[in-house]
């Protein structure tokens, strides 16, 4: 990791919180959406396809952010600002299953497209807050 | 406006939702960041100041974009895709006081900053959801 986690910040990397992620379209626009993530303690993980418009984005320029806002505070939060180092096939959608349980899922099951599913990586690279 | 607000999805327009915007910065990088906002029933307005780096990109890039998740049912989410279209002065900080007051805070005052704050209009060009 090439950034150092903002005192005071790093919780909001551990807690199951829905994280907005930015992309930007082939056309300039950008794209936010929630996401379920993992901190390795290097990188961001998320589970993706590769069939959607997100995926697609990455292909055309891999550099994402991703808002993270604190659920007890909000007038606080962290923007992770990064590059998509790399993705992992998951074709029985084990990290889909291992995230949904994190964010409280108990029962969640591998996904009905787990044949297109990936782990994207994403490199922690900056970071502004509030 | 000429996008129809899809089936079901027209609450999280009302809701005092803190929703996360994209914008891109110069050098191609998404930015997202949590804001207030106020749907007028064509545009969506935000407060913002003329000293930050959103302020910045919409100046390089108008495209804009925002995610706003269900409170109640976080696999729902919309995220509505539009342009900034206008931006008015707002120097005594009034719509900032309006927007903190929809968002549950009864005390709150004009900011510091007031004298850079802007009410930022962006258009309502598309929707995706889930």
Known sequence: MSATIPE???????????AHLGTVR??????????????????LLFTHTTKRAKYRNLHSNPRMSLSLLDP???????????????????????????????????????????ADRVILRMSVESFTKQ
Do not use: K
């Not at 993530?37 to 990188?43: I, L, R, S, W």
């Open 8 to 18: 005071g910040y790093g919780h909001l990397l551990e807690l199951p919180i829905y």
């Open 26 to 43: 082939p056309d300039g626009q950008p794209q936010v959406n929630p996401m379920w993530f993992e901190f390795d303690g290097e990188h």
């Open 72 to 114: 007890r505070e909000p007038f606080r939060y962290l923007e992770v600002r990064g590059t998509l180092v790399g993705e992992t096939p998951d074709p029985e959608g084990e990290f889909y299953v291992r995230l949904g349980r994190r964010y409280g899922i108990a029962d969640t099951r591998p996904p009905a497209d787990r």
